[in-house]
Every structure is written in C-alpha cells, then in structure tokens.
C-alpha cells in the first residue's frame, strides 16, 4: 500500500560506472543518499570497462543499500517504492542494479518501478528547485546524450533535438585524450581552461546556423586533433589551457546556441539543464546570465549520475499510475517520450 503523502522510496542507479543509493520521502525530500564512484578505478584505462564496472557495482550496491537503510533507521519493508534505473546504460551495469532491485522488492514485499536514466537526469535539477514546473525545456547533456527535451507535463515529453554523432560529454572525454588528459575529460579540461584563454583557437561550432535543434561534435573532436598534430609536427609545445579553453568555449557556444532556438520556436522561456556537462562552470554561467530565459541547473554533485534524480523519476511516474510489470534492464532504451 502507498501512503502517497509520505511515501518513502529507495533509488538505485547503476546504469554506467557510478553506484548511487538514496532515500526520498514526499517525491522530494532528501533523507540520504550515497555515491560510490568508480572514476580512479576506470581512468587508468582511459574510459569505462564495462565488465569491471559490473563487478564493482556487485560489490558495492548490497553495503551501500544497508548503509542507507541504517543511517536514516529504517527497515527493508517500511519502504513504499524501489525505484531503479533500468536503461539506457551498460548492459553488465544495468543488470546488477535491476536484479538487486528485484531481489529486494520480492524479499520486502515493496513494488518495483524501473526508471528511464534519462528521465532520471531531467528531474535532477528540481532536488533543489521547488518553483521548476512544467512546461519547461530540458537539455540533457552527459557523456552519451546530448538533446533538448520539451516537457509539458511529467510524463509528457517531447524530443525536440539531439546530437547526430557524439554527445557534449564524449567530446569532452575524446578531446581530452587527444590531449593527454584523464578520464573523466570533462572536468580536467575545465581544470585546465581556468588559465586559458577562449579565444586562442576558432573551432567550429557545428550545425550552429542550421534552424534545426540539433548537435554535431565529431567535426569538433577532429579540429582539436588537426590543431594537436599541427604543434607536434612544428615540434611545439602544446598550449594545452588555450586548447581546453577554445574547446570549452565551442562546446558551451554549441550547447547555447540550440536552446536559445528551441526557446525561440516554442515560446518557452524556462530552461533546465541537467547530466553530467551541466557541472561545467562556463555551461553554468551561460545559461544563468541568458536574457531569453531562466534557467535551473542542478548543485554540481547532482549534476552526473545519482540515486536521488532516479528515486525522484520513480516516485513521481509511481503517483501518476505508471506501472511496469516486469522490470528488466533495457541497454538501448532511449525514448522517454509519452
Ligand atoms: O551524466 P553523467 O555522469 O553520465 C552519463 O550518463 O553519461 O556524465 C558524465 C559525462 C562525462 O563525459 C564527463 O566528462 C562529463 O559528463 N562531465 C563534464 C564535467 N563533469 C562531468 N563535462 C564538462 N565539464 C565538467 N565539469
Ligand atoms: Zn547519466
């Protein structure tokens, strides 16, 4: 039986390398939430090994579930709903956390839903953010996603556009490894960008005049490493805080330049970003200071892979009679259109 009002419900998210538990009660209110993250673990392979990353969230998922329960005094079966991501991911990833899931649903006797990740990461920014309502535009950016999603009504969505190669999140991973950087790409080449200057090097912003939303970030890559090649073959040293800076300032110019056309073709003017890109502080900055529009982005900690956003997804699709049947972990899953 759920208690709508107080419901408490247990998110699990292990769709890629991060194993995140959390516990919410009322769809938003935080109890706690745990993170074990595998970064250090996979950026000495220069990206994810999916087989390692499954073993990992094996031995992580069981402690962090006990963790969580104790730290807020709770019991397996005073719990409402389990909510757990159960695609798009790693198949290996996705597995474990859906078959714990299960075995925890059955044992507890608590019903299960499975959650879109990315449904996941389009509630995140409203963790902090009571006045987020729909309709509002949502552009999910992480490393396998990049698109702008109009949301009508939770539940009611609409693909308006996504990248047609790689997501914002990978040519930051690819860049830098062009660069010589760890992995996660991301963050290091914000790192670096800091001393840098924006203007040093023009890339191209794909697709930036087309009036399609839509993204292109393979041509960007391929620039970056022409530029690389370039200094090597002269025997330079590589200005690499000037490379990571003209890199952000294209990926941040592509990002923007798209959601100020969806804003302007659907008359839309509240914006929220959310999955891993939306951590980076030129990004951030953007969006607050746009006129067209206001934004909400997510704190910094929720912006990458969490158990809250996916806790939150789950809840609120529970109170709107969504239910699944079976729960099975879906790698390829995408559309979250309804
Ligand atoms: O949402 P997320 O944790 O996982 C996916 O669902 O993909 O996103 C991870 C991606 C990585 O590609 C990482 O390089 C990127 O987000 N990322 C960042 C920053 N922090 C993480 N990209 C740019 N700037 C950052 N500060
Ligand atoms: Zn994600």
Redesign the pocket.
């Known amino acids: 039986m759920i208690r709508d009002k107080r419901m408490l419900t247990l998110g699990i998210e292990t769709?890629?390398d991060?194993t995140g538990v959390a516990l919410i009660r009322n769809e938003r209110e935080v109890l706690c939430e745990f993170l074990s993250s595998q970064i250090k673990d996979h950026s000495r392979f220069g990206g994810v090994i999916p087989e390692f990353a499954a073993r990992k969230h094996l031995e992580n998922l069981l402690p962090l579930v006990d963790t969580a329960l104790n730290e807020c005094g709770v019991k397996g079966n005073d719990i409402d709903l389990i909510a757990v991501t159960r695609g798009p991911?790693l198949m290996g990833s996705l597995i474990v956390g859906v078959m714990t899931a299960r075995a925890l649903s059955q044992a507890w006797g608590v019903p299960l839903i499975g959650v879109n990740?990315l449904e996941g990461?389009l509630f995140a920014p409203m963790v902090d953010a009571e006045d987020l309502e729909p309709p509002f535009l949502s552009l999910i950016?992480?490393?396998?996603?990049t698109e702008i999603i109009r949301v009508d009504d939770f539940g009611k969505y609409e693909l308006l556009g996504q990248t047609r190669d790689d997501?914002?999140?990978?040519a930051?991973?690819k860049a830098?490894r062009i660069l010589g950087l760890k992995y996660?790409?991301?963050?290091e080449?914000?790192r670096l960008a800091v001393e840098g200057n924006p203007n040093a090097f023009e890339f191209p912003v794909p697709l930036r005049n087309t009036d399609k939303v839509e993204f292109s970030f393979s041509g960007l890559k391929t620039a970056l490493l022409w530029q690389v090649k370039k200094f090597e073959a002269d025997g330079s040293e590589l200005p690499v805080n000037d490379l990571c800076a003209s890199f952000?300032r294209a990926v941040t110019d592509a990002l923007m330049s798209k959601v100020r056309l969806a804003v302007k073709q659907t008359g839309i003017r509240k914006v929220s970003a959310s999955?891993?890109?939306s951590?980076?502080?030129a990004?951030r900055e953007a969006l607050s200071s746009a006129r067209e529009f206001r934004a909400w982005v997510p704190s910094k900690g929720r912006?990458?892979?969490n158990a809250v956003m996916i806790a939150m997804a789950g809840s609120n699709a529970w109170c709107r009679g969504v239910r699944d049947g079976e729960v099975l972990p879906d790698p390829s899953l995408h559309d979250i259109m309804m």
């Open positions: 769709s890629c991060d991911g990740h990461h950016v992480s490393g396998g996603h997501a914002a999140g990978e930051y991973d830098a996660p790409g991301g963050p080449i914000e952000q999955g891993g890109v951590a980076n502080g990004l912006c990458t892979d």
